[in-house]
């Protein structure tokens, strides 16, 4: 053997650890070993893991994103260090009147002769710390044995899951021990319901609210989130008004012209974000490279014929924005993330 190839498939390393973990072999393969990385203790191997190689890792990802709805709709930010730290400037802006956007940045027309006006812009940070997403998959000995199949298979319920779970994150996620989401965040806008209005209903006056109070520069790049329960509710209102759904050029679904994403991260029908109106654009999502895609095989189950894998990743999310703004001319608020108040 050549030691000095890599892994052909994610499916051979996954084979080769689980040879290593059911002692099959004296020592683990010499590609497996150079990806080794430190566990509890120090120790690398079983006790520890492997880390997947880049090109591996990468292949995962990129299903990740075809995949995920609202991931690849959001701003990818990869980060190589250790921790996936990282510092991104955000502009401490609360108002688009003149003097006071980007923090404080005042420019104006001049005649000859006429000094400059002073400014001085206002800055924060947004910090990102890469949270660390895993859990433990079953293969059977017959799928083990098909190297070919397993690399397929694997690729694909990781991916859909670890989607599933960075998506849910990004709606609703805590900030602690997980990405901050979009109905956690500052930013934050949250319309008022209509008066009187009935329990688990959405009207045509909560869509234009909405709207109104959506920043003017997500407008090309802004898309509604719900669920099929919400959408159901569209269904109905679009029965009595034929014109607020149609189809874009992308051949996307479009709600009074911005795409629908149906996903499961909303709310349940008549809560806080069961419809969202979301310019993810406006939301990093960092991927720590030096994390990416950790396995071991942590245990074997002999008697149900199956070997575990641990997988992890390491992934942060937080909306560029700290706050909504107040826009020129207008006493309303405005932001790239507006929701709808309960109505339950």
Not at 167 to 194: C, F, M, R, Y
Request: glycine share 10%; with cysteine.
């Amino acid at each position: 053997m050549n030691y000095r190839e890599e892994f052909p498939s994610l499916g051979r390393m996954l084979g080769a650890t689980a040879a290593f973990a059911r002692n099959l072999e004296d020592g683990p393969d010499r590609r497996l070993a150079m990806q080794a990385v430190a566990g509890l203790g120090g120790v690398t191997g079983v006790s520890g893991g492997f880390l997947i190689p880049v090109e591996h890792a990468s292949s995962i990802w990129e299903r990740v994103d075809a995949v995920g709805q609202i991931l690849r709709r959001c701003t990818k930010q990869p980060v190589s260090t250790k921790h996936g730290d990282l510092n991104i400037p955000a502009v401490d802006e609360r108002s688009r009147a003149d003097g006071s956007r980007f923090g404080g940045l005042n420019l104006a027309w001049l005649d000859q002769g006429e000094p400059f006006p002073q400014s001085k812009p206002s800055f924060g940070l947004v910090k990102f710390r890469a949270k660390k997403l895993g859990g433990v998959i079953n293969v059977t000995d017959e799928l083990l044995g098909d190297t070919v199949a397993l690399d397929a298979w694997f690729t694909r319920v990781t991916s859909r899951e670890l989607a599933f779970d960075v998506e849910d994150s990004i709606v609703a996620g805590s900030g602690v021990g997980q990405p901050l989401g979009l109905l956690n965040a500052p930013a934050l806008i949250t319309v008022e319901k209509d008066a009187a209005q009935a329990a688990g209903t959405i009207s045509f006056d909560n869509l234009k609210a909405m709207v109104k109070r959506l920043w003017p520069g997500s407008f090309p790049t802004a898309c509604w989130l719900m669920g099929n329960d919400a959408f159901a509710e569209i269904l109905s209102m679009w029965e009595t008004d034929g014109s607020i759904l149609s189809t874009n050029s992308e051949g996307e679904r479009t709600l009074l012209d911005f795409p629908i994403v149906l996903t499961e991260a909303t709310s349940s029908l008549g809560e806080i974000g069961d419809i969202i109106l979301a310019d993810l654009a406006e939301y990093v999502v960092v991927e720590c490279e030096a994390g990416t895609g950790i396995l071991s095989s942590i245990h074997v189950r002999f008697v149900a014929d199956e070997t575990a894998f641990r997988v992890a990743a390491r992934v942060d999310g937080a909306p560029a924005w700290t706050s909504p703004v107040t826009v020129k001319n207008s006493a309303e608020t405005v932001s790239p993330f507006v929701t709808l108040e309960a109505r339950n």
